[in-house]
């Protein structure tokens, strides 16, 4: 995060209630130039000049849906009339009686959507993840975290390499949702629920 520029370059003067990320885009790239990647994204309120959600996208199988699917799938849900997490609530889109609630935080169409670190699932590097970044890979891995994955989800159909790169998407999520001021933040899970019961 901070060799990519993601993080405020002065902390002496925040607040603990302030966000760790920049009032502005400039250093993230728009989902839409890797709209089939995988990874994690970040919610841009423009208004507000603040991020307000981190999300994650991965796909497996086949069918490689990235980005561009799951933006779409937001679009949809802060479209319908009746919210079915908290972040359709608080952005109900403009086109929606919702729209016109006291209680909401901004619009959809005042997101922009921005890539916070993103990856090719089919790459070669994507291909290497399950190594400890002292094998090439990139998070700290001893055989005991690489058995707990492998035999985590055992009920999914994930390839050992699509499971290694589950928790790498987690754990940037978890990473850039921490960043987010708590004020703002539409999140209320970061999604571990699958690594936690199979590691209990």
């Not at 990235?66 to 972040?87: L, Q, V, W």
Request: proline residues 4%; charged residues 25%.
């Amino acid at each position: 995060m901070i060799l990519a520029g993601h993080v405020k370059s002065n902390f002496r003067s925040m607040r603990e209630e302030d966000s760790l990320l920049p009032a502005d885009t400039n250093n993230f790239i728009p989902y839409t130039r890797f709209p089939n990647h995988h990874g994690v994204y970040l919610q841009h309120d423009t208004k507000l000049e603040q991020k307000v959600r981190s999300g994650k996208k991965t796909s497996f199988g086949s069918a490689v849906e990235g980005f561009s699917k799951r933006i779409a799938e937001h679009r949809k849900g802060c479209k319908a009339a009746s919210p079915t997490s908290n972040f359709y609530k608080l952005y109900p889109s403009k086109s929606t009686k919702r729209s016109r609630s006291r209680t909401k935080q901004g619009l959809f169409e005042d997101l922009e959507h921005v890539i916070a670190a993103s990856y090719d699932p089919k790459g070669e590097a994507a291909q290497v993840v399950h190594l400890d970044w002292r094998e090439g890979g990139v998070m700290i891995l001893g055989a005991q975290d690489k058995r707990r994955v492998v035999s985590s989800m055992k009920q999914k159909p994930y390839t050992d390499i699509e499971k290694f790169q589950l928790l790498m998407s987690y754990l940037f999520e978890l990473a850039y949702d921490l960043a987010i001021a708590p004020s703002v933040n539409v999140s209320q899970s970061p999604g571990f629920e699958s690594f936690v019961m199979a590691t209990a």
